[in-house]
């Protein structure tokens, strides 16, 4: 199933990424096999996720979280997968 994820960094800064397998995903990042941006940034926790049906859905929904700003993206994390439907915030 793609998902969109964005991670925090030991140093504070958040990272969006999308992928099929996010168990997968977040393996690779933990080993420092993953993003070269995570792989010196270590460790990283998983703060937020959603599922799409189609990878080029969540891949179109990073790309839209890049854009934004931080104060954006941190009141998507504290909100919650559950808390409103995240394309209320576009």
């Not at 998902?3 to 990272?15: A, V």
């Not at 270590?42 to 080029?56: A, G, S, W």
């Given at each position: 199933?793609?998902?969109m ?36 940034r ?14 080029d ?8 979280i ?7 993206k ?8 559950g ?8």
């Amino acid at each position: 199933m793609p998902y969109m994820y964005m991670l925090r960094c030991s140093d504070g800064t958040l990272y969006t990424g999308s992928t099929w397998d996010l168990s997968h995903r977040m393996d690779q990042h933990d080993s420092g096999l993953g993003a070269k941006y995570t792989s010196r940034r270590r460790p990283l926790t998983l703060v937020y996720f959603e599922y799409f049906d189609r990878i080029d859905e969540a891949y179109y929904r990073e790309r839209q979280i890049h854009g934004w700003v931080r104060w954006k993206k941190d009141r998507l994390i504290a909100e919650g997968p559950g808390g409103r439907d995240p394309w209320d915030l576009v």
